[in-house]
T-cell receptor, first 116, second 112 residues
Framework: SQTIHQWPATLVQPVGSPLSLECTVEGTSNPNLYWYRQAAGRGLQLLFYSVGIGQISSEVPQNLSASRPQDRQFILSSKKLLLSDSGFYLC???????????????FGPGTRLTVL | SQQGEEDPQALSIQEGENATMNCSYKTSINNLQWYRQNSGRGLVHLILIRSNEREKHSGRLRVTLDTSKKSSSLLITASRAADTASYFCATDAREYGNKLVFGAGTILRVKS
């Protein structure tokens, strides 16, 4: 069966510090991978998605970047955090065929980031 | 831009009652999905309805889709306290490629 891991679960960082959030998927290959941010009480904002190793699509201009160094690993990074980067970060994956997603997305448990 | 818009934003009902949440969207879709999120957790997929389907059931869940009105509804029958969560619709549309576009969600509270 497939599982998705995210860590850390919670993180408190000072403004201007770097960030690295990691997401890994087990039990599947060639998934499409997604990073979302969710503000308190709000819906999900898609930040990045990837259809393959080294292939990253950015959805909104921001202080963050993403990388996919391995098939089942997706990393969200920042060189200098801003207060506005606080939020709940969710990683998700979906089955894909030749890069095209189909059916439902499977979400990780999330990382709660607080920037002070 | 947000494709799906849920209403109501919040819903409070007594255990045993039915809960109905609605979702409207703007463009032609391949499918529409409903997800549930418990507080502070990841989203869990509930049900997917394709554009050529009008109704789908899964346990106590019933989803309808009206493509002419670009709307969907999620009905939870005989609600339980454990159904308390946020519910999101998400649309899969050709013009959005490999992405799902989520609505802002409905917060459901079931009181025991």
């Amino acid at each position: 069966s497939q599982t998705i891991h995210q860590w850390p679960a919670t993180l408190v960082q000072p403004v201007g510090s770097p960030l690295s959030l990691e997401c890994t998927v087990e039990g599947t290959s060639n998934p499409n991978l997604y990073w979302y941010r969710q503000a308190a009480g709000r819906g999900l904002q898609l930040l990045f998605y990837s259809v393959g190793i080294g292939q990253i699509s950015s959805e909104v201009p921001q202080n963050l970047s993403a990388s996919r160094p391995q098939d089942r690993q997706f990393i969200l990074s920042s060189k200098k955090l801003l207060l506005s980067d606080s939020g709940f970060y969710l990683c998700a994956w979906t089955h894909a065929y030749r890069g095209h997603s189909y059916n439902e997305q499977f979400f990780g448990p999330g990382t709660r980031l607080t920037v002070l | 831009s947000q494709q799906g818009e849920e209403d109501p934003q919040a819903l409070s009902i007594q255990e045993g009652e039915n809960a109905t949440m609605n979702c409207s969207y703007k463009t032609s879709i391949n499918n529409l999905q409903w997800y549930r999120q418990n507080s502070g957790r990841g989203l869990v997929h509930l049900i997917l309805i394709r554009s050529n389907e009008r109704e789908k059931h899964s346990g106590r869940l019933r989803v309808t889709l009206d493509t002419s009105k670009k709307s969907s509804s999620l009905l939870i029958t005989a609600s339980r306290a454990a159904d308390t969560a946020s519910y999101f619709c998400a649309t899969d549309a050709r013009e959005y490629g490999n992405k799902l576009v989520f609505g802002a969600g409905t917060i459901l509270r079931v009181k025991s």
